[in-house]
């Protein structure tokens, strides 16, 4: 059963435990990510990037993606998101932009794949009338499956060693 109403003071999302054939999935919830957290969400981040996105980037590219996540005026303008089992942070979603572009999506890899990127789009976008991602790809980003569309022409722009 998934609950989208606030539970406590700090979930907003919640997932039940649940039996599927012999797995035993974990309940998660999802809030949003404290100032004192946002450095275990911000290592979250780098890991999952280092292991699915960086093999594809130069190591310029890499680079600033290190440097964005460690910049101070960026993050400022973030809103984090996080997915939690229990107190371990298993996913991380930030918007920009009065919550209308998702600037930073990861789940760590061994929870991939069981609806919490889904749940974590869904409560980043729920206040919002529209929501943009930037991806070359969007069939890689999952949101395809779940009937997300493209509104326009990819243009590709480079810099800083980064396609964007």
Not at 19 to 48: C, F, H, P, Q, T
Not at 123 to 150: C, E, M, N, V, W
């Amino acid at each position: 059963m998934v609950q989208l109403n606030k539970l406590n003071d700090r979930a907003i999302h919640a997932r039940s435990v649940r039996l599927v054939g012999n797995e035993l999935y974990m309940d998660y919830s999802i809030r949003k990510i404290e100032e004192n957290e946002r450095e275990n969400a911000l290592d979250l981040v780098w890991n999952v990037f280092r292991e699915y996105e960086a093999p594809d980037y130069s190591d310029e590219g890499v680079g600033e993606f290190y440097k964005s996540i460690h910049d101070e005026n960026y993050l400022s303008k973030l809103c984090l998101y996080g997915a939690f089992i229990s107190e371990t942070l298993i996913g991380v979603i930030a918007t920009r932009s009065e919550g209308t572009h998702i600037a930073l999506f990861f789940v760590d890899g061994r929870h991939q794949g069981k609806g919490i990127g889904k749940a974590l789009f869904q409560t980043a976008a729920a206040d919002s009338k529209f929501i943009t991602l930037r991806s070359p790809d969007l069939s890689q980003t999952g949101l395809y499956r779940h009937r997300y569309r493209t509104i326009g022409e990819w243009s590709e722009i480079y810099s800083y060693g980064v396609y964007f």
